[in-house]
């Protein structure tokens, strides 16, 4: 019921392309999603988030869609860039239990060739 | 500003010794979280402390893993004794309240 599914596991787009990552989950009581960007040897950072009250958030060149229904969201990178390639993760926490315990996905790893 | 800093950044130990993983969470944040990351199992929620008082130990994988907040400003980490399978890269994130949670760079374990 924790579980949350991200696809694919790595990707590889070329400079320009459209990257799109996808999460998928069981426990319908989260709802809040984020997705976090990783670069080799640091952190995770926050990249943008959506809770299930709305079906699209733009940042600039990222977008999370999201699908209640199925129980599914993603992440599209516009225009992607070099700069971009990174793991990214997806995940979900329910806010409304105690405090934002966020499980993740398994991470995709994505490369943006010039 | 300083983010969440973790210290040490790497930490090479022998099987069964003890390991201590220390964070300092970012200023005025009252919750914090512990983390681990590991190619075969990804990133697992450890740990969670609201107000320094440990809301959820659900992720921690035995007894021989403790972790303390003995105050706002200062979290421990504890594995012993030590095992091979530790070894992973363990974060340290804090937040204020359920808003964005902010990861320090991590420390890096490995256990021979």
């Known amino acids: 019921q924790q579980q949350v599914k991200q696809s694919p596991q790595s990707l590889i787009v070329q400079k320009g392309g459209i990257p799109i990552i996808n999460c998928a989950y069981e426990n319908t009581a989260f709802d809040y999603f984020p997705w976090y960007q990783q670069f080799p040897g640091k952190g995770p950072a926050l990249l943008i988030a959506i809770r299930p009250d709305v079906s699209e958030k733009k940042e600039g060149r990222f977008t999370i869609s999201f699908n209640k229904s199925a129980k599914q969201f993603s992440l599209h990178i516009m225009d992607s860039q070099p700069g971009d390639s990174a793991t990214y993760f997806c995940a979900a926490s329910s806010l409304n239990n105690a405090g934002n315990m966020l499980t993740f996905g398994g991470g995709t790893r994505l490369m943006v060739k010039p | 500003d300083a983010g969440v800093i973790q210290s040490p950044r790497h930490e090479v130990t022998e099987m069964g010794q003890e390991v201590t993983l220390r964070c300092k969470p970012i200023s005025g944040h009252n919750s914090l979280f512990w983390y681990r990351q590991t190619m075969m199992r990804g990133l697992e929620l450890l740990i969670y402390?609201?107000?320094?008082?440990?809301?959820?130990d659900s992720g921690m994988p035995e007894d021989r893993f403790s972790a303390k907040m003995p105050n706002a400003s200062f979290s421990t980490l504890k594995i012993q004794p030590s095992e091979p399978r530790d070894s992973a890269v363990y974060f340290c994130?804090?937040?204020?309240?359920?808003?964005?949670?902010?990861f320090g760079p991590g420390t890096r374990l490995t256990v021979t």
């Open positions: 402390f609201n107000n320094n008082v440990p809301i959820d």
């Open positions: 994130a804090s937040s204020w309240e359920d808003f964005e949670q902010y």
